[in-house]
């Protein structure tokens, strides 16, 4: 599997646990419900060795565009427009991006995993731990 395979947009079609997750990442209620119920909406792209993500929601309200390069630590913008320090690498098939700080002292681990047209995100921060479904548009 390639870094390529995760190229494309993609849609929230389910989750698990995931109001847990933001109640412990601290991230305010306002932006729960385009998060929760498939109204955001993930592209990424490359250029040569760069990544860009894009998560917007379709209002427009809450956008957060951010290109890095695999395996370097970057400033990543949140769509909740808090700004962390994360690394994201791709091994096996599987996007990972760790944040040392969530802004609340908490790491938080988070891999992307596509499967043809659907893609898993699996995500941790302390003792909460989720998923996030996807499907390609």
């Known amino acids: 599997m390639s870094i390529t395979d995760i190229n494309g947009s993609w849609k929230v079609s389910g ?13 305010p209620q ?34 957060a565009t951010n290109t890095f390069k695999l ?18 690498t791709f091994s096996g098939g599987v996007l990972t991006i760790t944040v040392p700080d969530m802004g ?11 499967a043809g047209d659907s893609m898993t995100e699996t995500f941790s921060m302390g003792s909460v731990s989720g998923k996030l479904m996807y499907k390609k548009v």
């Open 104 to 114: 609340n002292g908490k790491k938080g681990v988070f891999t992307k995993q596509p």
């Open 15 to 27: 989750h698990e646990n995931f109001e847990a997750f933001l109640t412990e990442a601290g991230i």
């Open 30 to 63: 306002e932006h729960w419900e385009h998060m929760k119920t498939g109204s955001a909406k993930y592209t990424v792209t490359q250029d040569g060795d760069s990544v860009t993500l894009v998560e917007a929601d379709t209002d427009g309200k809450h956008t």
């Open 71 to 88: 395996g370097q630590e970057f400033d990543k913008k949140g769509i909740d427009g808090k700004t962390r320090k994360a690394t994201i």
